[in-house]
Structures are given as structure tokens and as C-alpha cells.
């Protein structure tokens, strides 16, 4: 899937990965609207990679141009 395909699918909900990564990557989710100390937060990226738990995410041009994301089950 590309991009456009699987960004429907994070916004719903999904957890969703690039076949070509093949390392400790496990999946990236998308994190709601929320507030933080009362201020209004943002949605952002997550990826939760094995052994480190999740970091921010922010998709590279190679990642928005790829066609080999999938969702996770």
C-alpha cells in the first residue's frame, strides 16, 4: 500500500509498517488530539521499535513515496 492508502487506515485506528524496513520497527500508530499541562497537543506519529519502546515518528520522503506499507493485525 502506499502513503495515501494507509494514512485512512492510521486514522482509524491502525497500527501499520513498512514490509522494506525488515529491523526492530514493530508498527507506527497515530496519536489523537489531546492537551497537555492544558494546552491543546497536536496528533502525532509513534513507532514502537523492540527493546526501546516508542519514539516520535515523522514519515521520510522515501516512506511517503514508498508502496510497501501494510497494516498490522
Not at 529491523?23 to 492537551?35: F, H, P
Not at 496528533?43 to 521499535?49: D, E, K, M, Q, R
Not at 519502546?53 to 501494510?70: E, H, N, Q, R, S
Request: glycine share 10%.
Amino acid at each position: 500500500m502506499t502513503f495515501e492508502q494507509i494514512l485512512p487506515e492510521l486514522k482509524a485506528g491502525k497500527k501499520v509498517i513498512r514490509k522494506g524496513w525488515g529491523g526492530a520497527e514493530l508498527y507506527v500508530k497515530l496519536v489523537g488530539e489531546s492537551q497537555h499541562d492544558g494546552e491543546k497537543l497536536n496528533p502525532y506519529f509513534l513507532i514502537n521499535v523492540s527493546g526501546e519502546g516508542y519514539t516520535m515518528f515523522t514519515p521520510t520522503v522515501c516512506d511517503i513515496l514508498a508502496d510497501d506499507w501494510k497494516i498490522i493485525e
